[in-house]
């Protein structure tokens, strides 16, 4: 059954979330450089893993999870469209305060972020086709997919190569604005969040025992294939922490930027999108902290140090 939920939307806050989506894709990328994507070519495995995981197994885990359950087509929804972003860009920092391999999130963050110009609006598409409760949503809501990929190639793509430009112009100016820049995008979003959170409050506090244990549950999931492929493809215990890190801290900032843009209306997608924005910090920092604590055993890394 079609819900019915509606989120009160200001269109001067998608030009912010746009700005602020922008603005942290730009602060990743100001150390990136062209050697992080040769590397997935040279030493393909650890970044493999996670993109197969991150683009194939967890959208597909994610229909069948919201088909079996028969989860409301909105809520359903926004989890697949949360499935088919991209890793977060946070994944880097918790990967780093558990004692993972940056190197190898630095890497599928590049690469994923690329990729989802054509995964996630594909796999957004299709996987919300496959699941009979929410195609008759999709159909409704008449998506585009084109129109999403050119919105992910603007938010996302654009930023990462004129992040990539200044850093290799002004490698100072991009070792000092790094850590500014995450810092500070971190607290906007979670302003923007909270503030759509308050304008919405009775929204909120009427369906949040239903939203939380979905994004618990949704976010245990990706974190579990994350580790379950890395474990499978015997990867080192520091890479292991980084493709679960990258799996698992999803670019929620995306989905809510296509939210605001093509679809102001749907409350349920709302919802699950915004409070995944929070969530994965949640849980990211508390992987992170019981990792940190946790000895890594003396083995060969393949993949763990910068060039």
Known sequence: MQSSLTVQFDPASLVTLNAILALMMFG???????????????????????????????????????????????????????????????????????????????????????AATVMTPLNFAFYGWLNPHTRGYLQEISLQPENVLLLVLLVLAVPLILGMVTGSRFPKLAVRSEKPLRFISLLVFLAFVAIAFMNNVGLFLERFHTFFWLVVGHNLIALTLGFAMARLMKLSVPDQ??????????????????????????????????????????????????????PIPLQPETFSKQP
Do not use: Y
Request: net charge positive; aromatic share 10%.
């Open 241 to 294: 922490r980084a493709v679960t890190m990258e799996v698992g801290i999803q670019n929620s900032g995306l989905g809510l930027v296509i939210l605001f843009t093509f679809f102001p209306d749907a409350g349920g997608m709302m919802l699950i999108t915004a409070f995944w924005g929070v969530w994965h910090l949640v849980s990211g920092l508390i992987l992170s902290q019981i990792w940190s604590r946790r």
């Open 28 to 114: 990743v990328s100001l150390n990136l450089k062209p050697a992080d994507f040769r590397r997935v070519l040279t030493i393909p495995r650890a970044p493999i893993a996670g993109l197969f995981a991150q683009f194939l197994l967890l959208p597909l885990a994610t229909c069948l999870f919201t088909w079996a359950l028969e989860i409301d087509p909105e809520l359903a929804l926004g989890m697949i469209l949360v499935a088919s972003c991209p890793g977060g860009s946070f994944s880097n920092i918790m990967t780093w305060l558990g004692k993972g391999s940056v190197a190898v999130s630095v890497s599928m963050t590049a690469v994923s972020s690329l």
